[in-house]
């Protein structure tokens, strides 16, 4: 137990967070400076008070109650850091402007934060520096296009690859095949899966001698398996027991403190798009 309700001796385990600046307890309990009167997440990146000068609460509110003002670097009020907003915003302005050019200058504009601080930042939260998750993000959004019919030029330029051969060059690895195959159904195409679990329930990679063709996550391993068969229809598809595949789809979970408060279908997304550019 860190902090009872009414607790304001600081804790050896809550005095050890605030420490090492932990943002696993962000949210847990707050802490506050006798000498300045401003209370602060744990993982506030302010010089620490003394032990001695320091003073824990359950709550924001129950620290505002005794008088304490929040810390305008770590907004302690807030369920997101603002290192933590900065990452949402970047993450959903991806997902809503696949069909535009993206730069690392045009994200640090959406996210406040310097380039070179942006790429640190959103590697650290989400795994993957933001052009590794756009490149995953546009390929899972041409295979939808293709499926839903439109033509490999159309789908092409609306997810903003700009031009056949950007497309050819992007989709190598990350379709396993060519554009033309895919949208046949993998006819002819020999695809091998492996479901393994996950921290948001099990997923299956597919794979063919060309890379990966398929990252499906859910929550019924029977279910993937038919989802992949409708995505491939034509293919040959065979299960396997890949060491390879288990091992990334291993060292793709994290217990980063953002992606618990994130919406459950973005998780899945960056899950999905950690397991592709492992494997691609």
């Not at 400076?33 to 609460?57: D, E, K």
């Not at 929040?70 to 696949?98: F, N, Q, V, W």
Request: proline share 5%.
């Amino acid at each position: 137990m860190i902090v009872t309700e009414g607790t304001t001796e600081i804790t050896n385990t809550a005095w050890d967070a605030v420490l090492k600046k932990d943002r696993h307890y962000d949210g847990k309990f707050v802490y506050a400076a006798v000498t300045t009167g401003i209370y602060c997440r744990p993982s506030c990146p302010a010089r620490n008070p003394q032990r001695r000068n320091t003073l824990i609460f359950l709550t924001a509110a129950e620290a505002e109650r005794q008088g304490y003002v929040a810390c305008l670097r770590c907004h302690p009020g807030s369920p997101l850091t603002p290192a933590e907003k900065s990452i949402k915003a970047t993450l959903d302005y991806i997902e809503t402007h696949l069909d535009q050019t993206m730069n690392l200058n045009t994200l640090s504009q959406v996210s406040g934060l310097s380039p070179h601080h942006l790429r640190e930042t959103f590697k650290q939260i989400v795994g993957l520096s933001p052009k590794a998750f756009c490149d995953a993000r546009r390929i899972a959004r041409f295979k939808q296009y293709l499926r839903a019919g439109r033509s490999i030029t159309n789908a092409c330029y609306e997810v903003g690859y700009g031009s056949s051969r950007a497309l050819y060059e992007r989709t190598n690895k990350g379709l396993g095949m060519t554009p033309a195959a895919y949208r046949r159904g993998g006819k002819g195409v020999h695809i091998r899966y492996t479901v393994a679990g996950s921290e948001l329930g099990p997923i299956l990679t597919a794979v063919t001698e060309h890379g990966l063709c398929a990252v499906l996550l859910g929550e019924d391993e029977d279910l993937l398996v038919r989802e992949l068969r409708e995505e491939f229809p034509k293919a040959d598809l065979k299960r396997e027991s890949s060491a390879k595949s288990k091992t990334a789809m291993h060292s793709c979970q994290t217990g980063e403190p953002l992606l618990s408060k994130l919406p459950m279908s973005l998780q899945g997304r960056i899950l999905q798009a950690k397991v592709w550019n492992n494997l691609k």
